[in-house]
């Protein structure tokens, strides 16, 4: 259903001509055709017109009469090269067959048929709303002498419901730059835009040789548009992902986390029940968790989509960040043992800055309860290197320590993030306290010395 005024603003040539005083009907007697053309002369017959400079001229579907005429109605005006013609500019609402109505305001005032004209160019399509996927889409446009051949009419769509096709974003345009979107199946054409997101949009018509495009209608696409933030710490995280349509809770839309192209078998993990976002109800909230640093793809699946695997692709790429590996020798150059130790972090994303990454060794493997031997970056304690530096793939930390022994190395990913452990586990060559490896000696010692009393 077209939902404004468009198509075609047609400027009427009324030629009037006085051959007496005998009053006769006007008559239409010019092209009855307006398809694809800016300019359409009409030539009207009529002695007791006159110049009809007060006279007006409307237009209604061939379903109704001049005696209610449904749309637009234009004061004639004389024309500027001869005393005997009047122009009037009508603007026809869509495409179709119209009755062209005549109004001679200074004598009888009824407003009479003079004759039909055909305007040409789209006047619905179907379907108007879709369900994103990473396929084009199939839109069916009806309407009067359409060209979809090579070299004729042209579609694009733009961003926003009811928006103006000549200064709107076009996230999709046929056919200069993909004629194979547009197919001719007579009398209709068929348009098969790529729509990248989630969103409304308008559905924008170019007849062959006007050079022009005008709102057909709009276009509903159900689906995600991007999500926030596009970094995340490797743990558990939030994602709020925005668009049109989207709809949480029970076996609702679901998005899923890959580690290469959206399908299962690179699914890193799964959402379950979407949840509504607490501050803009039309956004939806994942909660999802990834051991792994790493870049991903997020996909996602609106409700009802089929098959039911069928995920498409968000365009933004998700980075995990956090350490993937470590590796320690002493400030020596010779193997890791008891003193000073210079770890070396690789991983995604590593952040020295003050609101960055942090390390700490624990005694046993719980990087939350277990006693930590030492942290980074509080008062006295190791500083990464290089210093206030984000982005990087390797940081480097310098520690001494005071005992051996086996220990975990855990790294968070900035201030939001969670102690994650390393692997392998921190070995430091070297006993495990000068005061346990003491009274080893002293009571070895005593043993030794109270036997030799004794003998």
């Given at each position: 259903m077209i939902h404004q005024r468009h198509?075609?603003?047609?400027?009427v040539l009324l030629i009037l001509m006085l051959v007496g005083d005998v009053e006769s009907v006007p008559a239409f007697a010019a092209t009855t055709t307006a398809t694809r053309q800016i300019s359409v002369n009409i030539v009207i017959t009529n002695p007791d017109v006159g110049f009809g400079l007060t006279d007006t001229i409307a237009v209604t579907p061939t379903t109704g009469t001049c005696a209610a005429p449904t749309a637009n109605t234009a004061t004639v005006v004389q024309g500027a090269t001869t005393t005997s013609?009047?122009?009037?500019?009508i603007t026809f609402p869509t495409a179709g067959d119209w009755i062209i109505c005549y109004t001679e305001v200074a004598s009888t005032g009824t407003s009479v048929s003079i004759g039909t004209l055909q305007v040409g160019g789209p006047q619905s399509f179907t379907p108007t709303t879709h369900s994103l996927t990473d396929a084009a889409v199939s839109m069916t446009i009806s309407g009067v002498n359409l060209n979809g051949n090579a070299n004729g009419d042209e579609t694009k769509v733009?961003?926003?419901?009811?928006?103006?096709?000549?200064?709107a974003t076009a996230v999709d345009l046929c056919c200069a730059v993909a004629p194979v979107k547009l197919s001719p199946q007579p009398p209709d054409v068929v348009y098969t835009p790529t729509i990248p997101y989630g969103g409304l949009f308008t559905l924008c018509y170019m007849s062959q040789g006007t050079g022009t495009y005008f709102p057909v209608g709009d276009v509903t696409v159900n689906g995600a548009s991007g999500y926030n933030p596009t970094t995340v710490p490797v743990g558990t995280f939030d994602l709020t992902v925005s668009g049109y349509g989207l709809a949480s809770g029970l076996n609702k839309d679901r998005l899923m986390i890959a580690s290469g192209t959206c399908t299962q078998a690179n699914a890193v993990v799964f959402s379950d029940d979407l949840?509504?976002?607490?501050?803009?109800?039309?956004?939806?909230?994942?909660?999802?968790t990834v051991s792994?640093?790493?870049?991903?793809?997020v996909c996602y699946r609106v409700e009802g989509l089929q098959p039911a695997t069928t995920y498409y692709t968000l365009s933004q790429l998700l980075t995990v960040s956090g350490a993937t590996s470590y590796t320690k020798v002493s400030a020596s150059g010779t193997g890791a043992g008891v003193g000073d130790?210079?770890?070396?972090?690789?991983?995604?994303?590593?952040?020295?800055t003050a609101v960055g990454d942090s390390a700490k060794l624990v005694k046993g493997t719980d990087c939350v309860k277990d006693t930590a031997v030492m942290t980074s970056g509080t008062p006295g304690a190791p500083q990464f290197e290089p210093t206030n530096a984000a982005g990087q793939t390797t940081l480097t930390l310098n520690v001494t320590l005071t005992e051996g022994?086996?220990?975990?190395?855990?790294?968070?990913?900035?201030?939001a993030g969670e102690y994650v452990p390393l692997s392998p586990l921190f070995e430091v060559a070297g006993a495990a306290s000068w005061r346990n490896v003491n009274r080893r000696q002293v009571s070895l010692y005593s043993a030794y010395s109270h036997r030799g009393h004794h003998q």
């Amino acid at each position: 259903m077209i939902h404004q005024r468009h198509v075609l603003k047609v400027w009427v040539l009324l030629i009037l001509m006085l051959v007496g005083d005998v009053e006769s009907v006007p008559a239409f007697a010019a092209t009855t055709t307006a398809t694809r053309q800016i300019s359409v002369n009409i030539v009207i017959t009529n002695p007791d017109v006159g110049f009809g400079l007060t006279d007006t001229i409307a237009v209604t579907p061939t379903t109704g009469t001049c005696a209610a005429p449904t749309a637009n109605t234009a004061t004639v005006v004389q024309g500027a090269t001869t005393t005997s013609q009047t122009q009037a500019a009508i603007t026809f609402p869509t495409a179709g067959d119209w009755i062209i109505c005549y109004t001679e305001v200074a004598s009888t005032g009824t407003s009479v048929s003079i004759g039909t004209l055909q305007v040409g160019g789209p006047q619905s399509f179907t379907p108007t709303t879709h369900s994103l996927t990473d396929a084009a889409v199939s839109m069916t446009i009806s309407g009067v002498n359409l060209n979809g051949n090579a070299n004729g009419d042209e579609t694009k769509v733009v961003v926003g419901g009811s928006a103006d096709c000549s200064t709107a974003t076009a996230v999709d345009l046929c056919c200069a730059v993909a004629p194979v979107k547009l197919s001719p199946q007579p009398p209709d054409v068929v348009y098969t835009p790529t729509i990248p997101y989630g969103g409304l949009f308008t559905l924008c018509y170019m007849s062959q040789g006007t050079g022009t495009y005008f709102p057909v209608g709009d276009v509903t696409v159900n689906g995600a548009s991007g999500y926030n933030p596009t970094t995340v710490p490797v743990g558990t995280f939030d994602l709020t992902v925005s668009g049109y349509g989207l709809a949480s809770g029970l076996n609702k839309d679901r998005l899923m986390i890959a580690s290469g192209t959206c399908t299962q078998a690179n699914a890193v993990v799964f959402s379950d029940d979407l949840a509504t976002d607490p501050n803009d109800p039309s956004n939806v909230v994942y909660t999802g968790t990834v051991s792994t640093p790493g870049t991903y793809q997020v996909c996602y699946r609106v409700e009802g989509l089929q098959p039911a695997t069928t995920y498409y692709t968000l365009s933004q790429l998700l980075t995990v960040s956090g350490a993937t590996s470590y590796t320690k020798v002493s400030a020596s150059g010779t193997g890791a043992g008891v003193g000073d130790i210079i770890i070396t972090f690789q991983g995604v994303d590593l952040d020295s800055t003050a609101v960055g990454d942090s390390a700490k060794l624990v005694k046993g493997t719980d990087c939350v309860k277990d006693t930590a031997v030492m942290t980074s970056g509080t008062p006295g304690a190791p500083q990464f290197e290089p210093t206030n530096a984000a982005g990087q793939t390797t940081l480097t930390l310098n520690v001494t320590l005071t005992e051996g022994g086996s220990f975990t190395l855990c790294y968070k990913s900035s201030q939001a993030g969670e102690y994650v452990p390393l692997s392998p586990l921190f070995e430091v060559a070297g006993a495990a306290s000068w005061r346990n490896v003491n009274r080893r000696q002293v009571s070895l010692y005593s043993a030794y010395s109270h036997r030799g009393h004794h003998q």
